[in-house]
């Protein structure tokens, strides 16, 4: 609903801006694309999300894997999954589940994307033994300490979700 209400006003804005061909009319454009891309992208989450026949281990990993290739390729950051464990096709997952886990990635990814300093490449990788499963999101760059940090409200998302999974960050 946010999106949409903005999205009406951004239009709004570049309606009048090419109206009066103000040199703003071209950013305004670009805020809007913006905005569609970020709308569509959470009804192609959520369709994915509710489809049954996409709930293994597997297709929670590529469909990281597409988001994070699309992500890393804008900030010119090489991105690689890591082979998968031979049964992650096997191995099915809740709606709920795989959004958590997908929330606490992407998360990762957009904060890899806007905030690692030399970062070069990127590597997810998922790895299972027994029936624990562990999930790492590595970059190359020079890392952070989170005590000086302006804002955790990601990482304590990230936290949270990862207990409501029963695991951790």
């Not at 489809?51 to 994070?68: I, R, T, Y």
């Amino acid at each position: 609903g946010a999106i949409l209400s903005t999205l009406k006003v951004q239009t709004e804005a570049a309606r009048q801006d090419l109206r009066t061909n103000s040199p703003t009319a071209e950013k305004t454009l670009e805020d809007v694309t913006k905005l569609i891309d970020e709308l569509a992208l959470g009804v192609r989450q959520s369709t994915w999300l509710q489809d049954p026949a996409l709930s293994s281990l597997q297709d929670l990993a590529l469909h990281l894997a597409g988001f994070g290739g699309k992500l890393f390729d804008h900030a010119d950051i090489a991105f690689s999954l890591s082979p998968l464990p031979k049964t992650a096709e096997n191995i099915r997952l809740s709606m709920r589940w795989r959004e958590e886990f997908l929330c606490i990635f992407q998360e990762a990814m957009n904060n890899v994307a806007r905030h690692a300093t030399g970062c070069t490449n990127v590597v997810l990788t998922f790895t299972l033994e027994g029936r624990m499963l562990s999930a790492s999101l590595v970059d190359d760059g020079v890392g952070f300490s989170k005590e000086n940090l302006l804002r955790i409200n990601g990482l304590e998302n990230m936290q949270r979700r990862a207990a409501l999974l029963k695991g951790s960050l």
